[in-house]
């Protein structure tokens, strides 16, 4: 292990973000990264557990947590890459966008609430393996002649694609959009995740020899009948990105959208594409009400204060989480406390227990206020009861609302009538414990089969997935 009793020597640290003042100004990243010094002293705070929660409990992938953190420790960054990338797919992603459920389930978080900074950790290993070159495209040595077809370049497309291409299967994935990424281009926005790492990791796999067709809706497009004909499996990772919507009065006036419209347009922007005009939404001089309190509406409020939003304003339905753990959410489990992103910090008034009732709009059918009321909010059994509280109706001001709402489910596509696809209860493709869908050769993976997760959940269960094609092609 790195150093004994590193942990009682060195206070965890984080290294923070770049000013407000600047950040706010531009989308770059707001993150900073450890120095050299800081690395090699926050890495000597892992204690090496005789049972490491972090990688059996927290982490989804099983990253071997406490010997990359070791070997980061002692500066052997080759090594260390190694371990990392043998669980790993794209460590690159998750240590800029993961909550880090490994570091909630560190024994350090149990003792002193102040666990192994194990996120960036992961970053400078991965990051050093790029600088320095330790990264190189690295193709099959043989192909087995087989081909695969990928619907969706998500995180979950691409983590399938990665792994049978490196088991030396062909690999062809399609998508609707005109570049690759899924949701990690197109909707969490650059100030968490620049673009230049996606770029980077897809230039990689395109060298490994992944092959990507662009523009390309699977089911309209082209059919199933096709891709059978083609390839040897199918695998349809193209997300949950159907938008619950509010069932409000005046929800068809102009200014109400969903939260992914808006986050897309401004990285399509980013990213040099042309936006029409009907779909350009910005926040510039607008009061903003972003509805959901989750990630998607932080994303939300990080983007409308960049653009020149005059107010953001962000509602949850449900109680404001406490700020520490109960005892309901025991360690080592993930605790859905109290969060404030970067985005937060840099401006939002958040309301909790609170619902819109209705969209006000000025005479021409524009937005001019939300009307809301605050909730008592009741569980039976873990389910919510809300009950609107009489006398505390009130109005807000906004030319511009954002639902984010959560999502229900995977786009609509006439192939899922075509193959007579099944689906689950929640509304995800349902499949088996191969990944195999109801279509026979056809599989499922990340969001369009569990729904939304996180990156980090639907790479690990790509990775199976594509562990699960390569079984069924070499099937007897
Ligand atoms: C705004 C936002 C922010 C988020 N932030 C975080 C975060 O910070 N950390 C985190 O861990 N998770 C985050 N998540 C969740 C995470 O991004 C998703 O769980 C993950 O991207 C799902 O990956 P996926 O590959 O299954 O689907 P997606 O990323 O949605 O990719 C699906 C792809 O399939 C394509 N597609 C769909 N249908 C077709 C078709 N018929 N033909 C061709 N292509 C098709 C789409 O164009 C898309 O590119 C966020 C989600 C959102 C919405």
Not at 292 to 319: F, H, K, W, Y
């Amino acid at each position: 292990m790195g150093r004994t009793g590193g942990f009682l020597e060195f206070d965890r640290k984080d290294p923070g973000y770049r000013p407000k003042a600047d950040r706010i100004k531009d989308f770059h990243a707001v993150e900073k990264s450890f120095s050299p010094v800081e690395l090699h002293e926050q890495a000597a705070r892992c204690m090496h557990c005789g049972i490491p929660f972090c990688h059996g409990t927290g982490c989804p992938l099983g990253n071997m947590i406490p010997e990359f953190n070791d070997l980061a420790y002692r500066g052997k960054w080759r090594e260390a890459l190694d371990i990392l990338l043998s669980t790993s797919s794209f460590p690159e992603f998750t240590s800029r966008v993961c909550p880090a459920l490994c570091e909630a389930s560190c024994v350090l978080e149990l003792s002193n609430g102040q666990p192994v900074a194990i996120r960036q950790i992961e970053k400078a290993i991965i990051e050093k393996g790029f600088e320095r070159g330790y990264i190189q495209p690295n193709p099959p040595q043989e192909r087995t002649g087989w081909s695969i077809a990928v619907s969706g370049s998500g995180p979950a497309g691409l983590a399938v694609a990665d792994t049978l291409n490196k088991m030396g299967h062909t690999v062809t994935v399609f998508d609707e959009a005109q570049k690759p990424g899924g949701i990690l281009r197109y909707g969490i926005p650059d100030f968490k995740l620049e673009k230049w790492v996606v770029d980077r990791r897809i230039k990689l796999m395109e060298a490994e020899g992944v092959l990507f067709e662009m523009g390309v809706t699977v089911g309209v497009d082209i059919s199933h009948h096709y891709l059978e004909g083609r390839f040897g499996a199918i695998c349809l990772t193209g997300g949950a990105r159907t938008p619950r919507s509010l069932n409000i009065p005046g929800n068809g006036l102009n200014g109400v959208h969903f939260a992914m419209d808006y986050l897309i347009c401004q990285n399509q922007l980013l990213c040099g594409e042309t936006v029409p005009p009907e779909k350009n939404i910005s926040a510039e001089g607008k009061s903003v009400v972003v509805i959901g309190g989750g990630d998607t509406g932080s994303d939300c409020v990080g983007t409308a204060n960049r653009q020149g939003a005059t107010s953001v304003t962000q509602l949850e339905i449900m109680p404001k989480p406490p700020e520490e753990r109960t005892e309901s959410m025991p360690w080592p489990e993930w605790p859905l406390k109290l969060k404030t992103t970067s985005s937060h910090e840099e401006g939002a008034w958040r309301l909790w227990q609170v619902s819109a009732t209705e969209f006000g709009g000025d005479e021409v059918g524009n937005l001019a206020s939300v009307h809301c009321v605050e909730i008592d909010a009741s569980f039976d059994g873990g389910r919510p009861n809300f009950i609107p509280k009489k006398g505390t109706e009130f109005e807000m001001e906004a030319q511009l609302v954002l639902l984010a709402m959560g999502f229900v489910g995977p786009t609509a596509n006439p192939m899922f009538d075509d193959l007579e696809i099944a689906w689950t209860p929640t509304g995800g493709i349902d499949t088996d414990d191969r990944h195999m869908t109801s279509a026979s050769g056809v599989f499922s993976a990340g969001d369009m089969a569990s729904g939304q997760s996180l990156v980090v959940h639907v790479m690990a269960d790509a990775r199976r997935a594509a562990f699960d094609i390569d079984a069924w092609l070499k099937r007897d």
